[in-house]
């Protein structure tokens, strides 16, 4: 389970942002991109619950605006399970 996952993902989801057209879906993409940078950052990474409500958020966002920022927000959902995937739980 490497950090180095939640820390691309952000660079993705900072990406997705920086190529939103709605002002509000811009905002809320550069939150999220802050908090998988804290993630990344953190002695101990979120659990299962934290990354399953990221996801659906990125989703909801990028379902809207389509484009560039659905293909940003994939990638990052890429790298999220990939961290996943060696998380202990669920």
């Not at 950052?41 to 979120?46: H, K, Q, V």
């Not at 990221?54 to 379902?63: F, G, P, Q, V, W």
């Not at 890429?78 to 739980?89: F, I």
Request: charged share 35%.
């Amino acid at each position: 389970m490497t950090r180095e996952q939640l820390q691309t993902a952000g660079e993705h989801v900072r990406a997705a942002a920086q190529a939103a057209t709605d002002a509000d879906a811009r905002e809320r993409l550069y939150r999220q991109a802050e908090e998988f940078e804290r993630h990344a950052e953190a002695e101990r990474g979120p659990d299962h619950g934290r990354l399953a409500r990221h996801e659906r958020i990125l989703d909801d966002i990028a379902t809207a605006e389509g484009g560039e920022v659905r293909e940003e927000v994939d990638a990052a959902l890429d790298h999220v399970h990939a961290y996943r995937e060696n998380l202990p739980g669920v």
